[in-house]
């Protein structure tokens, strides 16, 4: 194996090694990593770790493109493993693998969805993985509308200024879809992660026992929210 290969392997496996140990800070510490202390934990001096990660915002922006990611993942595969004309049955199963991600990995989740990290500002790179959840969540409304499942709301459902708006942003991210019905998909979206939110983080303690039906019912409203058709 040539040299350059085994470096290249070396340091991809030295890269991995590293978010791992982040990743236990996390869960531990929260947001406020210390590469000083995650070199601490690898045996490493701490200058070594710099040549992998330069500061600490490398570091959180690898770990939270992973993460990105990873949901973005769950969700795409949950909706695309359903009848493909169920459209409900197709968001109960996305939202479902969102909320069963966050609940695997709550200090990912809190790393995305939480408090804002202080002096660390997202960079570009992180924008198109932030988009996989949404992305996958109301581009079902769009093929819903393409297969003949789902009629657009009235157009003057919207305040004029939100459809100008709403226009812009379909025309960028979901060509044809009308701004009304993304309107409803955003509402949509908002509320499953305000939900998973509000019982991951404690909201929920002593006032619902069963999480999982009290989930899928919320589910269920968000869907009659949008306009989704009954299951098939």
Known sequence: MPASSIRARVRTEMLDEIKAVARRHLATDGANLSLRAVARDMGMVSSA??????????????????????????????????????????WQAACRAARDWALAHPSEYALLYGSPVPGYAAPDDTVGPAQRPPLALVGLLREGLEAGLLSPPPADELPPLLHDDLT????????????????????????????????????????VAHRDAYFDHQVGLLADLIGLPPSR
């Open 49 to 90: 770790i710099y040549r992998y990660f330069p500061s600490r915002d490398d570091l959180l922006t690898a770990l939270i493109i992973e993460a990105y990611d990873a949901l973005g993942e769950a969700v795409e595969i949950a909706a695309a493993d359903r009848d493909q004309l169920d459209l409900r049955a197709r």
């Open 168 to 207: 812009e942003l379909a025309d960028t991210l979901f060509p044809g879809l009308p701004p009304a019905l993304l309107a409803r998909g955003m509402a949509g979206w908002t509320q499953l992660f305000g939900l998973i939110s509000f019982e991951l983080f404690g909201r929920l303690n002593r006032t």
